[in-house]
Nanobody, 112 residues
């Protein structure tokens, strides 16, 4: 069973930046894609970004050009760099290793 632990969330003003990290246990990290999801209050969980084992990336339309997903296989870590944050980015952000391993989430609040 893979364990995923997110960190880096917090309160930031609109236009600011945050960098989320997700540390994975075990030795299978390098062969799996990794994803970030988010869930805002009263809304469904939505896919934010995906990175394959080879480093190819995909983004939701709402974050493309502002967020960057990356991975460090030597450290079993995936990151989400979030720039030009907007109030609508406020959500709990979750790390996922498909198909069914999830972290417990980290809160991101964008507010003045």
């Amino acid at each position: 069973q893979v364990q995923l632990v997110e960190s880096g969330g917090g309160l930031v003003q609109p236009g600011g930046s945050l960098r989320l990290s997700c540390a994975a246990s075990g030795n299978i990290f390098s062969i799996y894609p990794m994803a970030w999801y988010r869930q805002a209050p009263g809304k469904r969980r939505e896919l934010v970004a995906v990175i394959t084992s080879g480093g190819s990336t995909t983004y939701a339309d709402s974050v493309r050009g502002r967020f960057t997903i990356s991975r460090d296989s030597g450290k079993n870590t995936v990151h989400l760099q979030m720039n030009r944050l907007k109030p609508e980015d406020t959500a709990v952000y979750y790390c996922q290793m498909p198909p069914a391993s999830w972290g417990s989430g980290t809160q991101v609040t964008v507010s003045s």
